[in-house]
């Protein structure tokens, strides 16, 4: 087994398992960017999976095998959106404690997604799903020599529809008026406020949007990998996706490095039975590295994170 | 302080309430009796003598998670690891409490102290990572949490069994359990985990209530600056939280291996143990009794919640909807603060 063969098994399978992370991650830095903390993007997740795969159940004989996929990812987006304002009004309007209505969100996502489908199919978990996402070639760009068939050829088109709302969330961050007015209210709502920026409308923005993009990731993830909807679905991937956040100082291109680095890490434990030198490692070390890493990496050479200033604090106009 | 305390009280009361209600409203939307569900829920719950112990018995690894949580909360840590430090913990009471053969005055506190050690361990780690490099305690415990239910999977499979799924049983002098408990309530896994985790409350409420380093770690919890000002060690203070925190947790963990279970297996996922225990602590407002009073109204919810597909055919996953629901009117009691100080000035 070349070199190039070991890549082009770990390399896919890192980006398969990084897309979920990477666009509830973005999520994460929308939200704490404008100041609002979000633990709850596990239920956001939760949440987006649950829709995904009950629509794409539901709908699949309307809009067909090849469209369903889609439409059930954006109408989990939807929903998670909505369900994101929840956590909008416990913790901008009614100013509750943030860390708890986000932990509220978590509970209760899995909360009505279990309930329902105990309800509405009469067990524990949902059917698998008959019009997942499949594997593909991307047209054109699969082509290019070495990096075509590392990158473009077996891959999931989600996977590079989450690298690119990457670029775009970084893009509205930094260049964009609107941007800056998010970033703005996250580190001095009062400054923000004097010059005309309406701090909890920006806000509301903000976690409305992480509750689509949590959505998103949660149905990706429920349609790429897991295929149904259960309690265990979604066990963590919210968490290390804010892990990865954080990893990425807050930052939507250090989320994607970080969200990538946490899917490398994972796809060295799942294909490491067919690489020679991998193969002889016992399995735990492989299973704890991403986890390990990430402590090691934080304790050691990224340094000192710094979260936006007035993250986690209410605005309450006036005060000081 | 005293009215603080009173309105905090009467705040977790009304979102319990309000709570209960909202999930009496959703099985009425969903097409069933809620006099029914909440019954067959109390019935689940205390109908008889083993109901009322499998529901203490659930009620008791709530309490010590609780208290990890809270301890840490206090301290203005918020440990989210609580999960991976009982699974140390619960890995290392069943190793005390099977390679070691010795009188049960010895061996069982023996393996509780054990548990407690490797939790506070595990907790150590995020707290020396803050305090020094100035890691957030957030992420190394979601990390840390994945890594002990690997190393613990590993450790079971390859230390403790020759590659099986399950450790042999602890021995009986490192029990937990008794006879006349089980007899009591007709068989049910109840121990005595219940009177450990009761006294674990005292002690948390000494500690930080009755004692200097107490008074240091609420202060730190406050204002970590002006505690640095008034000469307070902080770094020390966040590591001593964090350790404390995992020892509870570490506790928390024994219950389980020492009482419930009396063994451990290769687990698929996580207890979730340690994040119940953020919900408890959170009711509880961070303290003691308050904890003990929200860990046994979710457990109890938890528990009577098995009886009610039996008996009512609701799901049982409406508990977890009702527990949400309290926690978020919990979190907004901004709103119910602002009805009550309404009521009370037209009272007056």
């Given at each position: 087994m070349g070199f190039f063969d070991i890549l082009q098994s770990i390399i896919p399978a890192a980006i398969f398992f990084a897309a979920p992370l990477i666009f509830t991650a973005l999520g994460g830095v929308l939200s704490e960017r404008s100041g609002v903390i979000n633990i709850g993007l596990e239920g956001l997740m939760v949440m987006g999976a649950f829709v995904g795969v009950v629509f794409n159940l539901t709908f699949v004989d309307v809009f067909g095998p090849e469209l369903t996929p889609w439409v059930s990812i954006f109408v989990a987006a939807i929903v998670s959106a909505l369900f994101a304002t929840f956590h909008a009004v416990a913790s901008i309007?009614?100013?509750?404690?943030q860390v708890v209505s986000g932990v509220a969100i978590n509970f209760l996502a899995l909360g009505i997604g279990l309930f329902l489908v105990k309800q509405w199919y009469g067990k524990g978990q949902t059917d698998m799903v008959s019009a997942p996402f499949y594997r593909e070639s991307i047209w054109l760009l699969?082509?290019?020599?070495?990096i075509g068939p590392l990158?473009?050829?077996?891959?999931?088109w989600t996977s590079w529809l989450a690298v690119l709302a990457a670029v775009l969330v970084w893009y509205m961050l930094y260049k964009t008026p609107f941007g800056l007015r998010l970033r703005s209210v996250g580190e001095h709502p009062m400054a923000a406020d004097t010059n005309g920026i309406n701090v909890n409308k920006m806000r509301y923005i903000a976690v409305i949007m992480s509750g689509f993009l949590g959505g998103l990731g949660g149905a990706v993830f429920a349609l790429t990998i897991s295929l149904d909807f259960s309690h265990?679905?979604?066990?963590?991937q919210g968490f290390m996706a804010l892990a990865a956040m954080i990893f990425g100082k807050w930052h939507p291109m250090g989320a994607l490095g970080a969200a990538l680095f946490f899917g490398l890490a994972q796809s060295l434990s799942v294909v490491s039975g067919g690489i020679p030198l991998l193969?002889?490692?016992?399995?735990v070390y492989l299973l704890i590295a991403p986890y390990v890493l990430t402590i090691l990496a934080l304790a050691g050479f990224i340094g000192r994170a710094e979260s936006p200033?007035?993250?986690g604090k209410p605005y309450e106009k006036g005060s000081r | 302080m005293a009215n603080k305390k009173y309105s905090f009280v009467l705040v977790a009361l009304i979102s319990v309430l309000l709570g209960l209600l909202a999930g009496a409203i959703i099985m009425l939307v969903s097409g069933y009796n809620p006099i029914n569900g909440y019954a067959a829920l109390w019935e689940g719950a205390f109908g008889d003598l083993y109901f009322t112990g499998e529901t203490l018995r659930r009620i008791t690894p709530l309490i010590l998670a609780g208290l990890a949580v809270g301890f840490a909360f206090r301290t203005?840590?918020?440990?989210?690891?609580v999960e991976g430090q009982v699974i140390v913990g619960w890995l290392a009471a069943i190793w005390a409490g099977t390679a070691f053969e010795l009188p049960t005055l010895i061996h069982l506190p023996f393996a509780i102290l054990v548990a407690a050690l490797a939790g506070a361990f595990w907790g150590f780690i995020p707290g020396l990572l803050k305090a020094?490099?100035?890691?957030h305690e957030v992420i190394v415990t979601i990390m840390l949490n994945y890594t002990a239910l690997y190393i613990a999977n590993h450790v079971i499979r390859t230390l403790l069994t020759d590659g099986k799924d399950s450790t042999p049983y602890v021995a009986e002098s490192a029990s937990l359990r008794t006879e006349w408990l089980t007899n009591l309530t007709q068989?049910?896994?109840?121990?005595?985990g219940i009177i450990i985790a009761v006294f674990g409350a005292f002690v948390m409420w000494f500690l930080l209530e009755r004692t200097t380093q107490g008074y240091e770690l609420r202060s730190v919890g406050f204002n970590q600056h002006a505690s640095k000002y008034a000469g307070m060690k902080v770094d020390r203070k966040i590591i001593l939280s964090m350790v404390i925190s995992g020892a509870f947790a570490g506790v928390a963990g024994a219950m389980e291996g020492l009482?419930?279970?009396q063994h451990m297996y290769v687990m698929s996922?996580?207890?979730?143990i340690g994040f119940d225990g953020i919900a408890v602590a959170l009711l509880g407002g961070n303290a003691g009794l308050g904890i003990v009073f929200a860990a046994g109204l979710f457990g109890t919810l938890k528990a009577g919640a098995l009886n009610m597909p039996l008996?009512?055919?609701?799901?049982?996953e409406l508990v977890d909807i009702v527990i949400a629901l309290i926690i978020f009117f919990v979190a907004g009691s901004y709103m119910i603060r602002w009805i009550l100080s309404r009521f009370q000035k037209e009272g007056k």
């Open positions: 309007t009614l100013r509750a404690d699969s082509d290019i020599p070495v990158l473009f050829s077996k891959t999931y265990a679905t979604i066990s963590g193969k002889e490692i016992p399995q200033k007035a993250l | 203005g840590l918020f440990n989210i690891g020094k490099l100035h890691v068989f049910s896994s109840m121990h005595l009482g419930t279970f996922g996580f207890t979730n008996e009512a055919g609701v799901p049982s």
